[in-house]
């Protein structure tokens, strides 16, 4: 498995993770540095006042100055001077006043506002028309910076504590979703809805979550499909004990009257039908249930053919059967135990829907990496709809091989069952002279 989700979970997770908080801290860099500076109106308002003592100033009127600057103290509530300077030589080379304007007392009002001091800085306004300038101690009303503890939260710890609930909530739904789906599909099928996938309700991922859907789909399909074939052969299997039931109740019943060595024979041979019956399917069932692979010996093909056509010649002499065969054909990890009895049943099916004195040729060839064995008969055949539903169990088809609704019993689908468990392959075909043709395909190794 690629580990798809857990790339794609570290991909999202560490990459947007870091990126995030590097947008995070470049934000708040940002932000710190827009609220540092002093509004743009009291800038104006500032620099209004500082015209204003400068007028003052020029005019030589102190006590105007000074009354004007009083007022502006208790209004505001913060300290208020004017400052003039002088440029004076204390050692070395005489200084050249051109190149020197003026000395600094304090900020000017286009820096940048420390927003952590906690006494607000002295804001200086130097005067344009004289040596001199307007100090203030910045007012706590111009102060900037008023929200950035407030902002500093939301950005440091809101806002990344909202994203990563959405990242969470994101991640959640993107594991339990399909586990959910997961989940009401188990109920279902467990409730007997036996069609119920998920893989479909996943859309286009393709996951180590995918994958367990895709799991859970294959395997909810095979024991649907086991479940649906188990309760079809109990089904069928009590309707054809039925008939052989009724007969042998019929023959208990009558069996004091006349006649009674003739029931008791009736009696024995349903008994062996019955067994036989209740045998071939629970090893039906078991072949359908463990899908066995059984590979042990080495198998002479010819060897096998002949002792099931002595058999089968026995007991259906009044019909002719025929053998094709090479010398040998010996095939590896096969077995005796499956193949001779899956030949049996092929071999008697076509001898019992073959009219007397008609024949059942068998011929035994060999292609490529294979042996093929065909069987073929003389009877009136199947129709094409129907070739491949005769080796189910118990398959019905109306005016069949003979008159009436014969059933075709266990014979032909324990037959491919049995072939199955040796890797072998079974189909058939109505034969172009007439009759059904049975080919069977076993691989040599």
């Not at 000074?66 to 007022?71: F, G, H, P, R, S």
């Not at 939260?153 to 959910?180: D, F, N």
């Amino acid at each position: 498995m690629k580990r798809q989700f857990l790339w794609k979970s570290c991909l999202i997770i560490a990459t947007g993770l870091v990126a995030f908080f590097y947008i995070l801290s470049v934000l708040t860099l940002k932000t710190e540095e827009g609220m540092s500076f002093i509004a743009k109106s009291d800038r104006q308002q500032l620099k209004a006042w500082a015209k204003t003592a400068e007028a003052l100033y020029l005019s030589g009127d102190k006590l105007a100055l000074n009354q004007w600057i009083t007022e502006l103290k208790q209004k505001e509530s913060t300290r208020v001077s004017i400052a003039s300077f002088n440029i004076e030589n204390i050692a070395g080379e005489n200084i050249n006043v051109d190149t020197v304007e003026a000395y600094h007392f304090g900020r000017n009002v286009d820096w940048k506002i420390h927003l952590y001091f906690e006494q607000n800085p002295i804001m200086e306004l130097p005067f344009s028309k004289a040596k001199g300038s307007f100090l203030i101690k910045l007012p706590d009303r111009m102060r900037p910076g008023e929200y950035w503890l407030t902002t500093k939260i939301v950005l440091q710890i809101i806002l990344p504590m909202t994203i990563l609930i959405i990242l969470s909530t994101w991640l959640y739904r993107h594991i339990i979703t399909p586990l959910h789906q997961l989940e009401k599909a188990t109920s279902a099928f467990s409730k007997g809805n036996f069609d119920v996938r998920v893989k479909k309700l996943l859309g286009n991922r393709n996951d180590e979550l995918a994958h367990l859907a895709a799991t859970f789909d294959q395997m909810a399909s095979q024991i649907g499909e086991l479940i649906a074939s188990q309760r079809q052969l109990i089904s069928d299997l009590s309707h054809e004990l039925r008939t052989p039931l009724t007969r042998l109740d019929i023959a208990v019943n009558n069996f004091e009257m006349d006649n009674s060595h003739q029931h008791l024979e009736r009696i024995s041979r349903e008994s062996v039908y019955i067994r036989k019956l209740v045998e071939d399917t629970l090893t039906l069932a078991w072949l359908d249930n463990e899908k066995p692979i059984i590979q042990r010996e080495h198998v002479d093909l010819v060897d096998l053919l002949d002792v099931v056509i002595d058999d089968a010649k026995f007991e259906f002499s009044n019909r002719e059967l025929i053998l094709e065969t090479p010398n040998n054909a010996i095939i590896s990890n096969s077995s005796h135990q499956a193949l001779c009895p899956a030949l049996e049943n092929i071999i008697r099916n076509a001898l019992r829907h073959t009219p007397v004195g008609k024949k059942v040729t068998v011929k035994l060839i060999k292609q490529n990496n294979n042996y093929c064995i065909e069987v073929i008969d003389q009877g009136p055949g199947i129709a094409t709809q129907y070739l491949d539903k005769i080796f189910r169990p118990f398959f019905r088809v109306e005016n069949s091989r003979e008159a009436g609704n014969e059933s075709f019993g266990l014979g032909l689908a324990l037959a491919k069952r049995l072939l199955n468990s040796v890797r072998a392959n079974i189909s058939a075909e109505n034969h172009h002279a007439g009759g059904l043709m049975v080919l069977i395909t076993i691989p040599i190794t």
